[in-house]
C-alpha cells in the first residue's frame, strides 16, 4: 500500500530525516519505534504532506505523492490522529465527528463507531473541551474512520492515558486489522504494540535502523533492550 524510499525532511535549516526506507502492505500494522526525538513523528507528517521541505518517494497504492498538499493526501484515503489529537474545542462531539469530509465510503458506519467507543457515544452533545485526554483520542480516531480513510497514521495514541483506556484503543486497533485497515502507528509503549503490530521499524537520528517482525520480539530482545531501554 504504502512505500517511503530514500525520504528526508527539515525543519527550517534543521535536517531531521536521513534517508527513511520503509513499506506497509495493505492490512498491515507497523510501528515506527524508537527514542524520542528520533524522527517518527516527522515521518507520519512527512506522509500526509504537512513539511514543506522534503525530498525523496512517497508512493501510495503506487501513486507519487511526495508533491501533493496534505488536504489531496488526505482525500486518497490517509487520515492522520497527531499526538495533540486535533479536537475542536469550541465544537460538540457530533460537530468534531462529522467535520472532515467523507472521502471514500466508510468501512465502519457512524453506529459502528460508537460502538467500538461507547464513551463518546454517550456524550454527542456535550462540548469536546469536557472530554477527558482518552475520551479525545477516541473521538480523533473515530473521525477519521468515519471519512472512509483506508491508512491510518496514528501518533502516541496512548500517551498519557489510563490503562483502562488504554485497553479499549488496542481493542479498537485490532478491530481496524481485522476491517482490513492499515496502521502505520508511533508508540512508545512497546508493550501495547507488540500486542497489536505485525512489523517494527526502528527509528534512529532519522534513519530506518532495523525492522523485527513482532512474532520474532522474544528472539531479538537484546536489541530491542539496546534500542528503546525496556
Not at 506497509?24 to 516527522?42: D, F, K, P, W
Not at 501510495?60 to 505523492?65: D, H, M
Request: net charge neutral; charged share 20%.
Amino acid at each position: 500500500m504504502l512505500a517511503v524510499r530514500d525520504l528526508h525532511a527539515w525543519y527550517g535549516e534543521q535536517h531531521v530525516l536521513h534517508g527513511v526506507n520503509f513499506e506497509v502492505s495493505t492490512g498491515e500494522i507497523v510501528t515506527l519505534i524508537g527514542r524520542n526525538g528520533a524522527g517518527r513523528s516527522t515521518v507520519l507528517k512527512s506522509i500526509m504532506g504537512l513539511l514543506h521541505r522534503r525530498t525523496g518517494s512517497i508512493t501510495l497504492e503506487g501513486r507519487e505523492v511526495l508533491g501533493l498538499p496534505s488536504r489531496t493526501v488526505a482525500r486518497l484515503g490517509v487520515g492522520y490522529v497527531p499526538e495533540d489529537r486535533g479536537i475542536y474545542t469550541t465544537l460538540t462531539v457530533e460537530e468534531n465527528l462529522f467535520l472532515p469530509p467523507e472521502v471514500r465510503k466508510p468501512e465502519f458506519s457512524v453506529r459502528q463507531i460508537l460502538e467500538m467507543f461507547p464513551n463518546i457515544r454517550e456524550r454527542l452533545a456535550s462540548g469536546a473541551s469536557k472530554l477527558s485526554g482518552g475520551e479525545q483520542q477516541m473521538l480523533a480516531i473515530g473521525r477519521v474512520l468515519r471519512t472512509g480513510a483506508r491508512l491510518l497514521l496514528l501518533d502516541e495514541p496512548t500517551e498519557g492515558l489510563a490503562p483502562v483506556i488504554v485497553e479499549q484503543i488496542g481493542r479498537a486497533v485490532t478491530l481496524l486489522k481485522q476491517a482490513g485497515l492499515t496502521v502505520i502507528l508511533v508508540e512508545q509503549n512497546f508493550n501495547f504494540a507488540a500486542a497489536v503490530a505485525d512489523r517494527h521499524y526502528v527509528i534512529e537520528q532519522g534513519h530506518v535502523v532495523d525492522m523485527i517482525p513482532n512474532a520474532e520480539r522474544d528472539q531479538h530482545a537484546a536489541k530491542l533492550q539496546k534500542y528503546l531501554g525496556i
